[in-house]
């Protein structure tokens, strides 16, 4: 099993900055790569970035390619994902989720563990 517990939600303002952080335990050499989903009210599950634990390859969405950097502390077995010029429509409740694999790193269905969630508000 992998536990994983997001944390660094809040409330900021349009154009501000937020990092949260996905600390990771138990069993983690037995997943293959990290992500970030979010769920915004009345929408479906929405894949924000991605990160491979053996090389630092990553992976992002398009609506916030060039905004948020997810990294990584293999020996703090934590995953950050760093969000800037945030925007209302960034608002959702923020998951980190372990993947078995690189494949269907952007599928929901190909991740195996996930955290409680984080919320993230922003403000206009």
């Known amino acids: 099993q992998v536990q994983l517990v997001e944390s660094g939600g809040g409330l900021v303002q349009a154009g501000g900055s937020l990092r949260l952080s996905c600390a990771a335990s138990?069993?983690?050499?037995?997943?293959?790569?990290m992500g970030w989903f979010r769920r915004a009210p009345g929408k479906e599950r929405e894949f924000v970035a991605a990160?491979?634990?053996?090389?630092?390859?990553?992976y992002y969405g398009n609506t916030v390619k060039g905004r948020f950097t997810i990294s990584r502390d293999n020996a703090k077995n934590t995953v950050y994902l760093q969000m800037n010029s945030l925007k209302p429509e960034d608002t959702a409740v923020y998951y980190c989720?372990?993947?078995?694999?690189?494949?269907?790193?952007?599928?929901?269905?190909?991740?195996?563990?996930w955290g409680q969630g984080t919320q993230v508000t922003v403000s206009s």
């Open positions: 989720a372990a993947a078995t694999s690189w494949v269907r790193i952007t599928d929901s269905r190909g991740y195996n563990h």
């Open positions: 138990g069993r983690t050499f037995s997943s293959y790569a």
């Open positions: 990160i491979r634990w053996s090389d630092d390859i990553t």
